[in-house]
């Protein structure tokens, strides 16, 4: 199957504020759309890459910004649904498996890196337990194996000494030490990057893509649009209608009921654990199935979760309860030869997972229970009137989701799987596994990073537009002007929150939101972008 490669810097594939302004106008003589897709995170960007890449007519519209909800508070990562064996959804780990293989190898190769991933076996860890351990890894590798996802892009599992753990994972309680379980999974350099990478794809296959754009009414025949920079609205008529809201699903599609789960991840100092390479995997006790992770990121800080905790309200953004953040701190300090206090926290999120059921479906009214238990899958549905919802899930399987949501609505066959996101090229030499010793721009862009380097003559100072904005952070001032001409952002929340990410540590905060609003100034007075539209 030959991959489809989306030229770089194509004025298709930028999403501007001039481009914004001008297809929102186009809205209101437009001939009806094939679809309309409703909801901007993963599975959004998704359906309207499908459906755009088979030729269908579309458009994609957003109430907040791409990535605002549960998409950009994930682990960061692509996995083969390894846990899911451990519960019995065979059918769930199978499909993580082979959606991470065309990640990994295809679709987007230039965000995600093979993270090594260690469960410690320590001298309290029984044989069984370390035995099952083991099992579960060769099981792991069998589906890889059958995903077809290469020995060179993620090796095997296998035992390594206590000393090589100790180099990988330095904060290791190292005397409790027998050795570990290595294996490895794949970790993006950030789930709202992924998501933008989507969007942008979909747009230069022809779909218009509209943030801060709300469906106040939807129907299988169109929707009412407000424009939330302007209040404007309009109607739009379109042949299909999918939503994909995520948590939201029951406000378009009462029949979806959702059961909210809130996983919480504390951001730490890599210095605080020595600097790890790889991440700890750590069993929860007396919680089969259950780990709580310790993941090493490239920006030197490790985030440490993750919760799974059943909510009854949906917030736009959930927070991370007190109580969340200390029963993950002793959950991993239970391996490491230091133990975590609140002080070491430099900052925590919190996302709702979309688990859902039907209301007609067995046991869908019982509220109470347990979401560890309630199926990964994802659900299409249609109602009566002909609107399709689509939800649940997780990120690892967006294209798959989107795949079954537009096998609905065409015979045409679906592309996907040999489309490659924006920014990735057959040409880039093929790095190492691991982010650690990564060139960040290459990291964050891949193809275009030089594009985005070449941003720096624009701005007020060149000689420091390359330079971090904060602490925890690789982004520079380049990064933000590149959000702003050509990813969509529209507002210094859009760049700190979802698309450089620097908002992960409390105290970086500031710094970045005043080097953002810098160059929202610049960019103004320079004409780079139309009169008011930042």
Request: glycine share 8%; hydrophobic share 45%.
């Amino acid at each position: 199957m030959e991959t489809t490669y989306v030229p770089i810097g194509l004025p298709s594939s930028d999403l501007s504020a001039t481009r914004r302004e001008r297809e929102w106008r186009e809205l209101a003589s437009a001939a009806a759309f094939d679809l309309i897709v409703i909801g901007g995170g993963i599975t959004g960007p998704g359906v309207a890459l499908d459906a755009a890449s088979r030729g269908l007519r579309t458009l994609l519209v957003e109430r907040n910004d791409l990535a605002f909800g549960t998409s950009r508070w994930s682990s960061k990562l692509v996995h083969g649904g390894l846990r899911y064996l451990a519960t019995g959804h065979v059918d769930v780990a199978w499909e993580s498996a082979v959606e991470r293989g065309h990640l990994m190898t295809t679709i987007a190769p230039h965000l995600i890196r093979a993270l090594p991933q260690i469960v410690p076996v320590m001298d309290d860890t029984s044989l069984g337990s370390a035995a099952l351990t083991r099992v579960g890894f060769l099981a792991g590798d069998a589906l890889r194996t059958g995903a077809r996802t290469p020995g060179s892009t993620l090796p095997p599992a296998h035992w390594v000494s206590k000393d090589k753990v100790r180099r990988l994972a330095p904060g290791i309680d190292f005397p409790d030490l027998r050795g570990g379980i290595m294996a490895w999974d794949g970790q993006l350099v950030d789930d709202a990057r992924l998501v933008v990478a989507v969007a942008r794809t979909a747009a230069s296959f022809g779909a218009t893509i509209l943030t801060h754009t709300e469906a106040l009414q939807a129907s299988a025949n169109g929707v009412r649009l407000r424009n939330t920079l302007n209040g404007e609205e309009l109607e739009v008529a379109a042949t299909n209608v999918i939503a994909a809201t995520g948590v939201w699903a029951e406000e378009l599609d009462p029949r979806v009921q959702v059961h909210p789960s809130r996983g919480t991840h504390v951001v730490l100092d890599a210095d605080r654990l020595g600097d790890p390479r790889a991440a700890l995997t750590i069993p929860v006790p007396g919680m089969s199935g259950r780990y709580c992770f310790l993941l090493p990121r490239p920006d030197r800080t490790v985030l440490a979760g993750i919760t799974d905790v059943g909510v009854d309200a949906i917030d736009d953004v959930p927070q991370a309860p007190g109580d969340d953040i200390t029963w993950i701190l002793e959950q991993v300090s239970r391996v490491l030869d230091s133990p975590l206090s609140m002080d070491d926290v430099l900052g925590a999120f919190a996302g709702l997972r979309p688990l859902v059921t039907m209301n007609d479906a067995p046991g869908a009214d019982d509220s109470s229970q347990d979401t560890s238990d309630i199926s990964r899958k994802h659900l299409v549905s249609r109602t009566p009137d002909g609107l399709i919802t689509i939800t649940g899930g997780k990120l690892t399987t967006y294209r798959r989701m989107a795949q079954d949501a537009v096998d609905l609505i065409t015979d045409r066959p679906c592309r996907t799987k040999s489309i490659a996101l924006i920014g990735a090229d057959p040409d880039l030499e093929r790095r190492s596994p691991g982010f650690f010793d990564a060139d960040p721009w290459v990291m964050r862009y891949g193809a275009e990073a030089d594009r985005v380097r070449a941003l720096a003559e624009f701005l007020p100072d060149p000689a420091t537009a390359l330079d971090p904005v904060a602490e925890f952070t690789s982004a520079a001032r380049v990064d933000i002007a590149h959000a702003f001409l050509h990813e969509g952002a529209v507002d210094a929340d859009d760049v700190i929150s979802r698309r450089l990410r620097l908002d992960s540590v409390d105290a970086d905060i500031p710094t970045a939101r005043a080097a953002v609003e810098e160059v929202m100034d610049a960019l103004a007075s320079a004409g780079r972008v139309p009169a008011g539209a930042l």
